[in-house]
């Protein structure tokens, strides 16, 4: 039988993320912290708005771009929360913000185009830019400069065949944000090579001490980025699966068109639901999203002090709910810290190297979990690098 299995396909690493999620469930007793899935419930008025849905009977497809009060009500809030402008007409209803992201990447890539991806970053970006023929490229984001983008790491790394670039921020895994002067000294590298930006911002609630800045506030971006976001992480929506991507209209035209061959809609139940999390924020001040964010940074300051208190390099993460700690000083990689932990502690943490090559010496730690588990976690990671250090 012939192989009839794309090479493309066949050359795509599984996720790390996924490897150790399985690993860990197939062992008893693991406190896994490596999936970046809120510990909340969804709240009740969108769970609600849900259920009436489907006691009203509405069980049918909606348009291709979703419902059109849904994506009124997501203009209105771009604009209100981070002064995002998108026309309810540029916005499309995704199944999920992952959806959007691989839409996106199908609607502007050719064969041998290179994109620029900021290295560590989430790891399904790499991938689909591969499935499609294209180049992903990585940038260098270190320790150093806050897991930043830095226009000389730009320059470095853009050619004659550099497209686009994904801008990840906050960042997972390394919980990194751009504030608006860092932005500010990217832009004209945007604009001199005549670059696109695939905004993921999909955290852009969580990020701590500082209000998000949306690269598509930016006016001399104006026409040139393409946001994406979704309900999962702010409105603790993961399994619901509604996103969304906002696009210029050219752009919007044609991602809509795979969107409607590969899917249709998103499920109109949860697009109710993500509807009634919108109207209901614009009512309390979001106090939903607002308790749920001082949940994780209570969380958050918690991590990264253990982290410091076991002597290990740490970078304080200023978005999202995951925190990456070095353990190069323990003379291990990422996986192997990984991996042992995993065997001898019962600890389950995501290696470095899964969010690309810069994260070879880190693991990500997510704190999207109760802090009981968190305390007996870090107690149990506190006691695994106290014996290595004894060891040597």
């Given amino acids: 039988m012939r192989d009839f299995l794309s090479e493309r396909a066949k050359k795509i690493r599984p996720s790390g993320i996924r490897k150790f999620f399985d690993m860990a469930s197939e062992r008893k007793d693991v406190i896994s912290l490596g999936v970046g899935e809120p510990d909340f419930i969804t709240p009740w008025e969108i769970r609600n708005a849900g259920i009436q849905s489907v006691k009203k009977g509405y069980t049918q497809y909606t348009s291709n771009s979703g419902l059109k009060a849904l994506r009124e009500e997501i203009s209105t809030y771009l604009d209100n929360r981070f002064n995002a402008k998108f026309s309810p007409e540029n916005i499309v209803i995704t199944v999920g913000a992952s959806e959007a992201i691989d839409i996106t990447l199908r609607a502007i890539v050719n064969e041998g185009d290179e994109i620029l991806i900021p290295d560590p970053s989430y790891v399904s970006y790499k991938p689909c830019v591969e499935l499609l023929g294209g180049v992903p490229v990585c940038v260098p984001c270190s320790w150093e400069n806050g897991f930043k983008l830095t226009s000389e790491n730009l320059e470095k790394v853009i050619t004659e065949k550099t497209k686009a670039i994904i801008f990840p921020y906050p960042n997972n895994p390394t919980g990194g944000i751009m504030e608006r002067e860092f932005i500010d000294k990217i832009v004209p590298v945007i604009l001199k090579h005549d670059l696109l930006v695939i905004s993921d911002e999909i955290y852009a609630e969580l990020s701590y001490g500082k209000t998000h800045c949306s690269v598509a506030s930016i ?92 002597g290990l390099d740490c970078f304080e993460p200023k978005g999202a709910f995951y925190v990456f700690p070095s353990v190069k000083s323990l003379g291990m990689t990422g996986e192997e810290f990984a991996l042992k932990l995993l065997e001898e502690k019962k600890i389950a943490v995501v290696p470095g190297n899964a969010f690309g090559e810069f994260g070879e010496y880190h693991v990500r730690v997510s704190y999207a979990y109760s802090m009981k588990n968190l305390v007996e976690a870090m107690e149990r990671i506190a006691e695994f690098v106290n014996e290595i250090k004894n060891k040597k």
């Fill in 219 to 310: 006016p001399a971006l104006k026409d040139r980025v393409v946001l994406i976001s979704g309900f999962s992480k702010s409105f603790a929506m993961t399994g619901w699966r509604v996103g969304y991507v906002c696009a210029p209209v050219e752009i919007k035209q044609t991602l809509l068109k795979i969107h409607q061959y590969t899917t249709i809609c998103a499920p109109i139940f949860a697009q109710y639901a993500a509807l009634a999390g919108l109207q209901q924020g614009e009512k309390d001040g979001f106090s939903s999203v607002v308790e749920m964010k001082n949940q994780y940074d209570k969380r958050r300051k918690f991590m990264y002090n253990s982290f410091l208190e076991m």
